[in-house]
Structures are given as C-alpha cells and as structure tokens.
C-alpha cells in the first residue's frame, strides 16, 4: 500500500501578533532611504513619504517619478495591449491612479518588475507622472514572478521570463548557483521551458510540462553553467517535439482532428507517466521520450483513445 503524503498545515497565527504597529511603520532611519531620496530629486522626481513595511519592517519610498525616467524590467513578458486599454478606461473613467507600481533605481533610471500594464496605460494617456514604492533593494527586481499579480502569467510567459532572468542574472552573479535562486524562479521546468519557447516560439509547452515537473530540479551549478545545461535540455526537448509534430501531422492525414493531439502524443511517449518513482534521470527520460517517438506507429492509434484521453488543447 501507498504511502499517504503528509500534508503540513500553516498554524494559525495569533491576531496581530507580526510586523509593525502602525506607530512604528514611521520611524525610518535607513542611510540607503536617504540616498535614494537625494537620487529621486536629483532625477526630477519628488519623494511623498517614507515608511517601514509594516511586514518585514524594510524602508520603503513612496515617490513621484517623471515617467519616461521609468521602464519594465528588460527580461519581463511583453504587455497586453488589451489589458493596457481596460487599465486606461478605467483611469479615465475615475480621474485617477489609484494603484503605485513598484520600482528600483537602476543605471540612472528606474526599473518596475510589477507596474508595466499600469505604466504603459499612463503613457498612452499622455501623463508626466507615475506614483511609485520605491525599493533600496534591487533584488527586487528578481522577484517577477511572485510580485506581478496585476495580470496572470501564462506558461509561455513564466517560461520566457524565468529564462531571460537567469541570463540576466548569470551576467551579473555568475558564481553563485542556479538554486541560490529557486524562490525567484519558481519551477526548475520553466527555464527549460523558457529555453526552448525562445528558440520556438508556438511550442506547445503545457504538453510537456508535466513530465518536466517531475524530472528536472534546481541545479547546483554556477549561473554561466547553469544556464548552458538550461539551452542543452530545451534542444533535447525541441528534437523530441520534432518527432511528436510530425505523428501529429500523420494522426491528422488519418482524420484526426482533435485539439489534445499533441498532448495525447507526448502522454504515449512519456516513460514515467505510470512510474511512482520521484527520482529521474534527466537525459534518460528525454531519450527515452525520442525513441518511443521515433518508433510511435499512427496506424494503431483509435479515434476514442484521444477522445480517452483528453487533456490540455495543443495551442495555449
């Protein structure tokens, strides 16, 4: 018999019983804060206010930036443009901006990790400033994932961003492991995702995804090396999904016109899908997923085992 999973619950905290009173989230005295304040005025902006977290106690700065001094994090997703339009109707329709993103100082300028769809319906508007929380921290940056509420990421996002910030990050902190980093990325199967939708941009990522969940783990290689293995994984993976495209072109020559062919494929070729082991070997899986695609044979392949199967549809 299967051993159950323990689940560990969150105790229940105590009413206010973390962070700061509201007397305390006043008192900053922070060499930092103050520096960035003196930068912010020398930028043409203009500092509101400075507090403490009320959480983990850490200044922040509330600041009134000049906006073209302000843009998004150079490795975050491309903005909706939809999304931009309802954020500017409903600024227009209120007469207000309500909602401060948040913000570094970067190289002279300012850098949001969590505010671009509001920064650049500000611009369409026309206005001449952004209300920002302005961090000292420039780790800040970094945290993309966990800080972007204001629209969900989807997997090609998450993918994408993740691998743009390892690049980014083995540039700047190439000695320290990929691991060292596991909160900013959140999945170790994003990156190698991310690698690979750089490479092909209309993969269909979510039918690979579960396998990659099981398979890959944070790397405890430096970030310059890390990151080499990251693109060496996503190839494997883009020669695998060279052989599903093409049992999916043969399943659809048959009559197949189902949207979960692609899923249903990978589900066929995927070795651990019935295994309750937790520990893989990386390269094993994914060569065993290219020699059972190599060999799929279309002609045993029944209308109703992909009608069974169902699953997510090719195109995310």
């Given amino acids: 018999m299967a051993k159950k999973k323990s689940v560990r619950r969150r105790k229940k905290a105590a009413a206010k019983s973390l962070g700061l009173s509201p007397e305390e989230t006043g008192s900053v005295s922070d060499p930092a804060l103050s520096k960035l304040m003196e930068q912010v005025r020398a930028d043409g902006g203009t500092t509101l206010t400075a507090y403490r977290d009320p959480i983990g106690g850490t200044p922040v700065l509330l600041a009134a930036l000049p906006i073209d001094r302000v843009e998004p994090t150079p490795f975050q997703r491309d903005p909706s443009q939809p999304h931009v339009k309802r954020l500017m109707d409903v600024i227009e329709k209120l007469g207000r901006f309500l909602d401060p993103i948040i913000a570094i100082r970067e190289h002279d300028s300012y850098w949001t990790p ?103 783990d944070f790397l405890d290689e430096r970030m310059t090396k890390a990151l080499a293995e990251r693109e060496r994984r996503a190839a494997k993976l883009l020669a695998i999904d060279d052989e599903v495209g093409r049992i999916v072109q043969k399943l659809k020559g048959r009559g197949f016109t189902s949207p979960y062919l692609r899923p249903f494929v990978v589900a066929r070729i995927n070795p651990i899908r019935f295994s309750t082991s937790t520990e893989f070997d990386v390269d094993d899986v994914l060569d065993r997923m290219q020699r059972a695609a190599t060999k799929f044979n279309v002609e045993k392949i029944k209308q109703e085992d992909v009608v069974r199967a169902g699953g997510a549809p090719e195109e995310e």
């Fill in 114 to 216: 969590n505010g671009n769809h509001r920064l650049q319906a500000l611009r369409k508007l026309g206005a001449r400033t952004v209300v920002a929380l302005l961090l000292p921290d420039p780790e800040v940056a970094f945290k993309i994932l966990a800080l972007n509420t204001e629209k969900a990421h989807n997997l090609k996002e998450k993918s994408l961003e993740t691998i743009r910030m390892e690049r980014a990050l083995a540039e700047q902190s190439g000695n320290r492991l990929e691991r060292e980093f596991a909160f900013e990325f959140d999945q170790p199967a994003f990156l190698t995702l991310g690698a690979a939708y750089d490479k092909r941009p209309r993969l269909s990522g979510g039918a690979y995804q579960s396998v990659l969940r099981r398979i890959e």
